[in-house]
């Protein structure tokens, strides 16, 4: 399974982007799917991550509010919608995917993408 992330890119704080996921290959629309970011120095985090029906979709703390996560799986598209960026949401996003036993830990995805730079500028 190959993942193409995209969507990335400059702004300013309080404006909006939408990062898209494509995953093409072997691909398995059960597959639960997760947005992760690492900042400069920082390790990677959870963002957002959601079942194959979204039936489950969880937030982490600093973003809940202001991400969306959404999938189109008759496309194999996972989406993230960022809304109302801060500076410190600036971070390399990947997206994964995989049967992980918690959809908030990295372990489990199997499968990464590249990576799209958001930069939140203040």
């Known amino acids: 399974v190959q993942l193409q992330a995209s969507g990335g890119g400059l702004v300013q704080a309080g404006d909006s982007l939408r990062l898209s996921c494509a995953a093409s290959?072997?691909?398995?629309?059960?597959?639960?799917m997760g947005w992760f970011r690492q900042a400069p120095g920082k390790e990677r985090e959870f963002v957002a991550g959601?079942?194959?029906?979204?039936?489950?979709?969880l937030y982490a703390d600093s973003v809940k509010g202001r991400f969306t996560i959404s999938r189109d799986n008759a496309r194999n598209v996972v989406y993230l919608q960022l809304d109302s960026l801060k500076p410190e949401d600036t971070a390399v996003y990947y997206c994964?995917?995989?049967?992980?036993?918690?959809?908030?830990?990295?372990?489990?995805?199997?499968?990464w993408g590249q990576g799209t730079l958001v930069t939140v500028s203040s």
């Open positions: 959601s079942t194959w029906s979204e039936s489950t979709v």
């Open positions: 994964a995917a995989g049967w992980p036993r918690k959809i908030g830990a990295t372990e489990g995805y199997n499968f």
């Open positions: 290959g072997r691909t398995d629309r059960r597959y639960v």
